[in-house]
Nanobody, 115 residues
């Protein structure tokens, strides 16, 4: 069974940076699309960034120019580098992996942007 475990969340001041990591176990995910979603209190879960096995990326409008998704398939890990964070980025960030009919979620990591 595939398991995804996020790390790297925390409290950061506005304008700061964080790097989230999502490590997978239970099988290689090199041919999966990997993605990050987030959910703020009272809001729906939304896509932040996605990266296909072929290297194509998709970013939410709010993330473009500030966030970068990358993957290291040798480590079965996907990253989300977040720069220029603002309070609107405060949310639980979830890791996601999908291939055909199989999909998996991580448990989430809290990111709080506050002074």
């Amino acid at each position: 069974q595939v398991q995804l475990v996020e790390s790297g969340g925390g409290l950061v001041q506005p304008g700061g940076s964080l790097r989230l990591a999502c490590a997978a176990s239970g099988g290689p995910l090199s041919d999966y699309t990997r993605a990050w979603y987030r959910q703020a209190p009272g809001k729906r879960r939304e896509l932040v960034a996605a990266l296909t096995s072929g290297g194509s990326t998709t970013y939410a409008t709010s993330a473009k120019g500030r966030f970068t998704i990358s993957r290291d398939d040798a480590k079965n890990t996907v990253y989300l580098q977040m720069n220029s964070l603002n309070p609107e980025d405060t949310a639980v960030y979830y890791c996601y992996a999908r291939r055909l009919m199989a999909s998996y979620w991580g448990q989430g990591t809290q990111v709080t942007v506050s002074s």
